[in-house]
Each structure stands twice: as C-alpha cells, then as structure tokens.
T-cell receptor
Framework: DVKVTQSSRYLVKRTGEKVFLECVQDMDHENMFWYRQDPGLGLRLIYF???????EKGDIPEGYSVSREKKERFSLILESASTNQTSMYLC?????????????FGPGTRLTVL | DQQVKQNSPSLSVQEGRISILNCDYTNSMFDYFLWYKKYPAEGPTFLIS?????DKNEDGRFTVFLNKSAKHLSLHIVPSQPGDSAVYFC??????????????FGKGTHLIIQP
C-alpha cells in the first residue's frame, strides 16, 4: 500500500514567518507534487519534482519554493507566510514511466496564517 | 482560464438511484482523465480513470464515459450509497506515459446522497 505522509495535519503561523511543510512517500516514486485546495477553486498545482534536486513550477508557484534532497521527501517552503496562503496543502506522488497517471495523496495540512 | 470545468458545485441524489457527475475540458492535448473522491480533512483518493483511446471504463458501481468530440466526461455511480457522499474531482493529464506532469483539476462537485 502506498503511503504518503505529511508532517502536520494542522498548522497555525503568523504573517511573515517561514513555514516548512514536509511530505514523505514510501513507494520509491520518482514524481512528487504539491497542491493547494481552496473552496470553489479545486486543487491547484504549486510545484512538482520528477527527480532528486529537480523542480518545476506549477500553476501558482508565487510565494512558494520547494526542496527535494532525497527521493522520498519533498518539502514546500513559504519564505514569508501571508494570510492569502491560508489553505489546505496536499502532497502527492506517482511513478515515472507508468502506464497511467494515478497520483497518491497524503492526508493534507491545514495551514492558517494569522 | 479554466481547462477542466465541473459546472455543478453540488448534487443531491437519493440513495439507490444513479448519480451522474459531469466534467468538461477545453485542452485537446489532455489524453488521460481521472476521478478522485475526497472526504473532509482527508486527501483525495483515486476512484477511476480513462484513457482518451477509450470511451468507457467500468469498475464495480463506477463507470466513466468519455466523449472526445464534445470534450466531455461523466462519472456514473449506480446504485448510490450513503458512503458516496463526498466531493468528487475530475482531473486531466496531457502526458499518459509517465506522470511527470501535475494533474489539472476541476473545482469539484459535492455529492450528497440522501436516505
């Protein structure tokens, strides 16, 4: 069974703080993704990575950065948190070279920025 | 510009009846489509998918239909059960060979199954 875990289920931070969201998968997946989910907007892709130390911008990368130092771990960084980054953050992973694109999601981190 | 559209934010269906969730897309480069189900405070879970070379895929109570000419797909759930109450996301990909790209999601449809 694929397992994608996220470091925190709930997080409360203050405006201007640096925030780290961690994601770990245990299935040796090459590809990892960060999305945010907001009411009425669905899931939007922030960044993804297809290999260690590789990263690609998604649809809404502004205000975020990522780090992939190890294959199983993909971190999302908010350099200076702002209130409009209050959201549900979802990490996902999948194989590269597979026959289909099913992504496996973690449980999500509900981030509130005050 | 929204490339994957779910025009019904919510849908209420009686238990035992058929639920039909609709999804439209605009990007003709999409060649793989997926449906995810999401409960509150949980991550989305994969439900069913369909490749653009097919027009139907069935898995138990769930069937996805794809009409490429209309750029439309639908998810049918028969019979609907209380545990089906969730938000359903339609997603699309333009690269079916490796999953290197992220998925493009619709905004979701909240399905409510009434007893």
């Amino acid at each position: 069974d694929v397992k994608v875990t996220q470091s925190s289920r709930y997080l409360v931070k203050r405006t201007g703080e640096k925030v780290f969201l961690e994601c770990v998968q245990d299935m040796d997946h090459e590809n990892m993704f960060w999305y945010r989910q907001d009411p009425g907007l669905g899931l939007r892709l922030i960044y993804f990575s297809y290999d260690v130390k590789m990263k690609e911008k998604g649809d809404i990368p502004e205000g975020y950065s990522v780090s992939r130092e190890k294959k199983e771990r993909f971190s999302l960084i908010l350099e200076s948190a702002s209130t409009n980054q209050t959201s549900m953050y979802l990490c996902a992973s999948t194989f590269q070279g597979g026959s289909y694109n099913e992504q496996f999601f973690g449980p999500g981190t509900r981030l509130t920025v005050l | 510009d929204q490339q994957v559209k779910q025009n019904s934010p919510s849908l209420s269906v009686q238990e035992g009846r058929i639920s039909i969730l609709n999804c439209d897309y605009t990007n003709s480069m999409f060649d793989y489509f997926l449906w995810y189900k999401k409960y509150p405070a949980e991550g989305p879970t994969f439900l069913i998918s369909i490749s653009s070379i097919k027009d139907k895929n069935e898995d138990g109570r769930f069937t996805v239909f794809l009409n490429k000419s209309a750029k439309h797909l639908s998810l049918h759930i028969v019979p609907s059960q209380p545990g089906d109450s969730a938000v359903y996301f339609c997603a699309a990909s333009g690269y079916s060979g490796g999953g290197a790209d992220g998925l493009t999601f619709g905004k979701g449809t909240h399905l409510i199954i009434q007893p």
